[in-house]
């Protein structure tokens, strides 16, 4: 029978379902067993499984990394959690390195299977160093696995397809999800992880959007419906690997594209990337230029009244949507 969660009450559930199953699961990371739990996430896991295999970490990403490599080497299975992606960025010659790289430097003998998750998110104060999203970078070296959950049902299959993995898998998790609900039957296995998912069928327009994006999208939908106006919405939630077949069957339904991704910069963006591969299997796919919303090149202000106009709000996205369709909208 299902029953409303909230994001980070799923998280919380199902790493208790999974570390009840699997005996070689540890979780470690700065603050886990903190009474705030990580947003919630790791709430109380110390006091079930003990501190051997719950348990907080020094300020010391890097070699932290390499423990879990190591342990990883030896069929055991780390979780580990940074709180703001921002900091993860000292570990980046573990991940790079050593993580990545092994299968390839070892003839595939050995394999790091680390899940790491990574919180990002803005909000007041936060300023250029507490509330950047580095996925383009991750995406760019091979070896690992990108997800970018939106939905707590996502969230639950992909730490669930992510213990299968032989490669290591990075979970990049926007904070601002952590009180989104769902309906949710924990009696029943979750479905079988798909990169990419149409949530919203229509002709007139394609857009694709991830992680708390797809939120801002799904606000728009009673005004959309109200314009006569059809889109096909897809939640992408990896973007290395993902199901390009699915977004080229839309797109060369609509030709039509809006690409919402407010939480990177565009050089070099899965939208970006998007685009062109598109372009590269039809040079006349679109009817109209393909618009990809993403941060501008500059790091997020810390001042709230800057910080408004740094994101792109419902009015722009629905500025663009009318822009795509050549209708002149006005948001209230």
Sequence with gaps: MKKKFIFSDVVNLTLKEIMNTNKNVILFGLGIDD?????????????????????????????????????????????????????????????????????????????????????????????????????????????????????????????????????????????????????????????????VKKIKSGKDLTIISSSYSTFEIMKLYKFIDEKNISIDHIDVNSIKPFDFKLILKSVKKTRKLLILDNSVHEYCSFGSYLISKLVSEDNNIFVK???????????????????????????????????LLGKKLSYP
């Design 35 to 195: 009474p705030k739990g990580i947003f919630g996430t790791t709430k109380g896991l110390d006091k079930i499984y003990g501190k051997k295999r719950v348990f907080d970490m020094p300020t010391s990403e890097n070699a932290m990394t390499g423990v879990a490599i190591g342990m990883s080497l030896n069929k055991i299975i780390p979780i580990m959690t940074h709180q703001r992606m921002d900091f993860f960025l000292l570990a980046m010659d573990q991940l790079v390195n050593n993580a990545a790289k092994w299968k390839f430097m070892f003839g595939g003998l050995k394999n790091t299977p680390i899940i790491i998750r990574l919180i990002v998110g803005r909000g007041w104060g936060q300023g250029p160093t507490h509330s950047q999203n580095f996925q383009n970078m991750f995406a760019n070296i091979p070896g690992l696995k990108i997800h970018v959950p939106s939905f707590p049902s996502s969230m639950r299959e992909i730490l669930f397809s992510s213990l299968t993995s032989k490669d290591p898998v990075l979970i990049i998790e926007h904070r601002w999800l952590h009180n989104i609900s769902e309906n949710i039957d924990f009696k029943t296995k979750p479905k079988k992880f798909k990169s």
């Design 289 to 323: 230029k393909p618009i990809n919303l993403s941060l501008p090149d500059i790091p997020s202000p810390t001042s709230f009244h800057l910080t408004k106009n740094y994101y792109y709000s419902s009015r722009d996205i629905v500025n663009k949507i009318g822009f």
